[in-house]
């Protein structure tokens, strides 16, 4: 999920007449239940309406997608000299040195991912980005990471899931106490939104539309889902906050 936002950047030469802009690249996580998901970046790109791809980094980078949850971001890219203009897509480019580690699980749990049939290894994004002469562009992506993973003839395979986060400011926040693992579920008729808890029970869902909610939480013990289920009606998401729904007990 991507959000696009321009802040103002000093010059060092007041009369310097500023013509490039700069575009920031960073990136979330929407956890999946696993302990681990590394993937190497090789490329990011951005497309200029009406112009082309435009490279703002080419440098590798290996990422933990699972460290990037409950609000953490990483910057990916950030390339100080970008033509002005209106950018449309993102592409990121991965290499074949992804791996896959499950919760509970060492070294001998750990799995190596293949792409894809519907993997190229390159994924786009659109976006709707203005980069202004002088100013910031910053973007917001979202990698899912429960839509991303999937089974294929007894295999787990990666097809990244990315999305753009419209509002990062708004969405829920929280705790769940009793459960070692944990989904939680948001949904009302036209909004359906999920993530798992981290290592200390806390979740975060960012990007969710303003309304009133069903929330529902089902537990798991030792890697089995069990009875334990809570749901918590009328909650409401209001724009431009976080909401503090506090500690869940199951």
Same mark, same amino acid.
């Given at each position: 999920?991507?959000? !696009? ?6 010059? !060092?030469?007041?009369?310097n007449?500023? *013509?490039?802009?700069?575009m920031?690249?960073?990136? +979330?996580?929407s956890?999946?239940d696993f ?14 309406e009406?112009?082309?791809w435009?490279?703002?980094?080419e440098?590798?980078?290996?990422v ?18 970008v ?9 990121? +480019?991965?290499?074949?040195k992804n791996?896959?580690t499950f919760?509970?699980? +060492?070294?001998a749990?750990t ?16 976006i709707? !980005?203005q980069?202004s002469?002088?100013?910031?562009? *910053? ?21 990244p899931?990315?999305?753009?986060? +419209?509002?990062?400011?708004?969405g ?11 989904v939680?579920s948001?949904?009302?008729?036209s909004?359906?939104?999920s ?8 979740f ?22 069990t009875?334990?289920e ?10 431009g ?10």
């Amino acid at each position: 999920m991507i959000v !696009c936002a321009g802040f103002t950047m000093q010059s !060092c030469k007041k009369d310097n007449k500023v *013509s490039q802009g700069q575009m920031e690249v960073r990136m +979330t996580d929407s956890p999946g239940d696993f302990a681990a998901l590394n993937v190497e970046l090789l490329k990011i790109e951005a497309y200029l309406e009406n112009s082309g791809w435009v490279t703002i980094n080419e440098s590798s980078q290996e990422v933990n997608i699972l460290d990037l949850t409950n609000g953490t971001e990483l910057v990916i890219a950030n390339n100080t000299n970008v033509q002005p203009g209106t950018y449309t897509k993102l592409k990121i +480019t991965f290499s074949g040195k992804n791996s896959l580690t499950f919760n509970g699980a +060492t070294g001998a749990n750990t799995v190596n991912l293949a792409f894809g049939s519907n993997f190229s290894g390159q994924v786009e994004v659109p976006i709707h !980005c203005q980069v202004s002469a002088g100013l910031t562009s *910053s973007i917001l992506l979202d990698f899912n990471v429960s839509s991303s993973i999937q089974q294929a003839g007894g295999t787990y395979v990666l097809n990244p899931a990315i999305a753009e986060i +419209t509002d990062p400011n708004t969405g829920i926040q929280g705790q769940v106490s009793g459960a070692s693992q944990a989904v939680i579920s948001l949904s009302n008729s036209s909004y359906n939104g999920s993530a798992f808890i981290n290592s200390n029970g806390y979740f975060m869902i960012k990007g969710v539309p303003e309304g009133t909610y069903q929330m529902k939480v089902e537990a798991k013990a030792s890697g089995e889902l069990t009875a334990s289920e809570k749901s918590i009606q009328q909650v409401t998401i209001v724009k431009g906050q976080i909401k503090q729904i506090g500690s869940i007990q199951i």
